[in-house]
């Protein structure tokens, strides 16, 4: 077998994967928060992961199979929700953003945060990175939809938005470790 459709399988194997995790995080049941309509879920933590470990290409691929699953109807989003109507809902912006989140987080971490040899300051890049992705691009998605699809005031749906921080904080930082650790165990095992 080449060298070439090595990696390619490779690629394929872990892109699916990743996929498979997020949409498995998706069991976890879903917290509503009553501020707005839109549910807490640990399914972000499985974008960030995916970002962070596989790169920007592979990463926002399987955010991308799990949001085209979603949409065609497999429910496999927290609550078992799936279809147009999550996408047309008040949550389809955060779905959306789940892609350009994984590749901001992936372009991140692989071309600047985890070049850094100190590894408090790694640890620091890496949980920018993730946060940058994970957080800021998915409620820049997020926000706007869930305030135009509601009526709401934008200031209203940002406002109800800050809900989501504590739990996202604490995915960043769970996210942050395991990267931060798979990396430095991939570079060893490398012999880097």
Do not use: C
């Not at 926002?60 to 199979?65: D, F, H, K, S």
């Not at 497999?74 to 953003?97: D, F, K, N, Q, S």
Request: charged share 5%; proline share 5%; aromatic share 6%.
């Amino acid at each position: 077998m080449s060298q070439q459709r090595t990696d390619t399988t490779q690629s394929t194997v872990l892109t699916a994967v990743f996929a498979a995790l997020i949409a498995a995080l998706g069991l976890v049941p879903a917290i509503a928060i009553g501020i707005l309509p839109v549910p807490i879920t640990v399914q972000t933590l499985g974008v960030m992961l995916a970002g962070a470990l596989l790169g920007p290409l592979r990463g926002g691929l399987a955010a991308t199979v799990v949001v085209v699953l979603s949409i065609a109807g497999m429910p496999i989003l927290a609550g078992g929700r799936g279809g147009m109507g999550v996408l047309l809902g008040p949550t389809g912006g955060y779905l959306i953003g789940w892609i350009p989140a994984a590749i901001v987080i992936g372009l991140l971490v692989k071309y600047w945060a985890i070049r850094f040899e100190r590894q408090a300051v790694r640890y620091l890049a890496v949980g920018a990175s993730v946060f940058t992705g994970g957080v800021l691009v998915i409620y820049l998605f997020g926000v706007p939809w869930t305030a135009v699809v509601t009526g709401l005031p934008l200031a209203t749906s940002a406002i109800g938005s800050l809900a989501f921080l504590p739990g996202d904080l604490v995915k960043v930082v769970v996210a942050t470790l395991i990267a931060v650790n798979v990396h430095r165990s991939y570079r060893r095992l490398l012999g880097a």
